[in-house]
């Protein structure tokens, strides 16, 4: 609070600034700079909803922000993409679909959460028209647009409600898109980012708003020091959707990590991380405010070290209690690059992870006494009634239940992690179907997409 009233945001968007201003903050309009009093903080913190409902344009992808859920999210907005047949690539339309597929075949993904690679190959003014399209028919999940100015924000809008098939006024009572902020740390925030943050809050849309705070290079190098920089940072751009639209849906992000001090890359996955996850999961609580984190790692290939860091993070995330945890499958390279191999060994961690977060089941105590007396001394426990009725739901379920066309027990025993890993999202893409939409639905999206396209192109 005191970094927010002593030192202020540099906000680089006038309407905000008369935004801010207007509700009795502090603004220097010479140095672009707000000063907000914490009892404006707080008092705009009130509005913001605890917990929310995210539609999809299937109903039954419809997932609880907030409360007591935790979702798992695509990796996104990585520039490359890799697997072990064609080596690193730049991002494209074709993988970028592929990573749909592959979302779309695993339960433990609640909503794609950006692109999951950068379809380069698409002109950038159009690109957002294309990759929701691919989004809404190759999956059934909700989606995620870019915060890159209004007119992108609107695109995304529009292309949820035709996808829900409703209005936008049953749009803005039921969030059906979500976006991040990224304030670019220290303390400055961009203009075409809060654009997007104003028409996302003006139409009832979430924003989960994401200071970029590694320890040493953006913030202070203690986390004590860095926690307080990505919370003034996070509550005051926070304050402004609500001085927009009260009561518009927000995700408090936290993205703490530090930098390696000897070359100034990003380090994911370290201590310094997992202690700022259960911070920010505590800060993000204080308030009563949604949380997001991430699952990371600064590994440039699927090796023990990408396994060990996303661990970390992951344990960070859960036990920090985000209810959104983005990247959660497929981050290599410290977010430079997706894998699809990664994505598959992230599925099974996820899965796993999961399992632990279910509730213990205490009503079993006589199956387990029956089991007991079956096995007998000296005996075991593999055929016995509580065996056979647990064993199913007692462990996570494995990727694929059937290797019977695969190879071998030796040949697959002889395979590395990576290599399996390979095989299986092989498998997925052969095995992928996609999910039925409304024709009419469809020919709509189609129709949009292309009279925008029209539209951006002669503007140019």
């Not at 690109?127 to 999940?141: N, Q």
Request: a negative charge; hydrophobic letters at 40%.
């Amino acid at each position: 609070m005191r970094i927010l009233e002593d030192i202020g945001l540099e906000v680089l968007n006038e309407r905000a600034l008369g935004l801010y201003e207007g509700e009795g903050a502090k603004v220097d309009w010479d140095l672009n700079r707000v000063y907000l009093s914490r009892e404006l903080v707080m008092e705009c913190l009130k509005t913001v909803p605890s917990k929310f409902i995210f539609h999809a344009r299937n109903a039954e992808r419809n997932k609880l922000i907030g409360g007591n859920a935790i979702n798992f999210t695509t990796v996104a907005s990585a520039p490359n993409c890799s697997d072990l047949e064609g080596g690193r690539r730049t991002g494209n339309f074709e993988d970028y679909c592929n990573f749909l597929r592959l979302a779309h075949s695993f339960d433990i993904i609640g909503f794609i959460s950006g692109y999951p690679v950068e379809p380069i190959d698409i002109p950038p003014d159009t690109r957002h028209l294309d990759a929701s399209l691919a989004a809404y028919t190759l999956t059934d999940r909700a989606f995620s647009c870019y915060c890159l100015g209004g007119g992108r924000v609107n695109d995304g809008i529009e292309m949820a409600a035709i996808a829900r098939g409703v209005d936008r006024e049953t749009l803005k009572k039921e969030p059906s898109l979500i976006t991040v902020v990224n304030t670019n740390s220290p303390l400055l925030v961009d203009g075409p980012m809060l654009d997007g943050l104003m028409e996302m809050a003006e139409n009832g849309q979430p924003t989960i708003v994401t200071p970029f705070t590694l320890s040493g290079a953006m913030c202070p190098i203690t986390i004590a020091g860095a926690l307080a920089q990505q919370n003034a940072e996070a509550l005051g751009v926070i304050a402004l959707s609500q001085i927009v639209n009260p009561g518009a849906p927000m995700v408090y992000g936290g993205f703490t990590s530090n930098a390696d001090m000897r070359t100034g890359a990003p380090a994911f996955g370290t201590p310094e991380y997992t202690r700022a996850a259960f911070a920010s999961g505590q800060l993000a609580r204080r308030y009563n405010l949604p949380f997001r984190s991430s699952n990371t790692n600064a590994s440039n290939c699927v090796d023990a070290q990408a396994a060990w860091e996303s661990q970390m993070s992951l344990w960070g995330a859960v036990m920090g209690h985000a209810h959104v945890i983005k990247h959660a499958a497929g981050w290599l390279e410290g977010g430079l690059c997706a894998s699809f191999e990664k994505f598959i060994i992230d599925i099974d961690m996820l899965q796993m992870m999961a399992e632990t977060l279910k509730p213990i089941e205490v009503n079993e105590s006589t199956l387990a006494l029956d089991s007991i007396r079956e096995a007998g001394h000296g005996g075991h426990f593999f055929g016995t009634r509580h065996t056979l009725e647990n064993y199913t739901t007692a462990f996570y379920e494995p990727i694929v239940s059937d290797w019977s066309n695969y190879e071998t027990w030796v040949e697959k025993g002889e395979k590395t992690a990576y290599q399996r890993a390979n095989i299986i999202y092989r498998q997925c893409l052969k095995d992928y179907e996609e999910p039925p939409i409304d024709e009419q639905v469809k020919i709509s999206l189609e129709k949009y997409v292309s009279e925008r396209r029209i539209e951006i192109e002669s503007q140019k």
